[in-house]
């Protein structure tokens, strides 16, 4: 069965605080996306990876294929941060294209003033 | 750009009823993929259109069905609604390539279907 968990499923920190949220996954995949959920439902693609780490303001994300791991890191956190992140996959398929993502349950991440 | 767009905002149906839900995908893209979401999990991946034929699909029956017009836009219907279905629906677009290549999925804000 494909499967995609995360941790942790809730966070509280302190503004300031380094964040990181962790993706693992059970088969091989095409590319790994990290998701930012905001109460009321929009979901805003953050970053995605099929090898190595990107880097995007205070957010970096880093993936490793052997192990089928990925880390998303948030420096310098602050209350705007707060949401729910979401790991998705794309599992391999030969078809090609853009295809259907299998998510996490994510992560609901709140950070205090 | 408006990206990607999605109507009704909200809607409340009774059981036994049948929907339909629209998405326009974001300006350039010919790829549109449904996602039903519920109440504090992560999405589920319903189908996915491309060239005004489904795709792929996930793990749900045949009352969800779908259409892609030439335009790209598409519906997401479901019929004989159940208590189960009232859910967050997501659409997402982006644009279908060759084998081997990724696209960034762009998602719409949803619409909330409750089913009383």
């Known amino acids: 069965k494909n499967e995609v968990e995360q941790s942790p499923q809730n966070l509280t920190a302190q503004e300031g605080e380094f964040i990181t949220i962790n993706c693992s996954y059970s088969?091989?995949?095409?590319?790994l996306h990290w998701l930012q959920q905001h109460p009321g439902g929009g979901i805003v693609s953050l970053f995605m990876l099929s090898s190595g780490k990107k880097k995007h303001g205070r957010l970096i994300a880093t993936i490793n294929i052997q192990e089928k791991h990925s880390s998303l890191h948030i420096t310098a956190s602050h209350p705007r941060d707060s949401a729910v992140y979401i790991c998705?996959?794309?599992?391999?398929?030969?078809?090609?294209?853009?295809?259907?993502?299998?998510f996490g349950k994510g992560t609901h991440l709140i950070i205090q003033p | 750009d408006a990206g990607v767009t999605q109507s009704p905002t909200h809607l409340i149906k009774t059981r036994g009823q049948q929907v339909t839900l629209r998405c326009s995908p974001k300006?350039?893209?010919?790829?549109v993929s449904w996602y039903q979401q519920a109440l504090g999990q992560g999405p589920q991946f319903i189908f996915q259109y491309y060239e005004e034929e489904e795709r792929q699909r996930g793990n749900f029956p045949d009352r969800f069905s779908g259409h892609q017009f030439p335009n790209y836009s598409s519906e997401l219907n479901v019929n004989a609604l159940l208590l189960g279905d009232s859910a967050l629906y997501l659409c997402?677009?982006?644009?279908?390539?060759?084998?081997?290549?990724?696209?960034?999925?762009?998602f719409g804000p949803g619409t909330r279907l409750l089913v009383l």
């Open positions: 300006s350039g893209h010919d790829t």
């Open positions: 088969v091989g995949i095409s590319a």
């Open positions: 997402a677009s982006s644009l279908g390539v060759l084998a081997g290549y990724q696209e960034t999925q762009y």
């Open positions: 998705a996959v794309q599992f391999s398929y030969s078809g090609g294209g853009a295809d259907g993502l299998t």
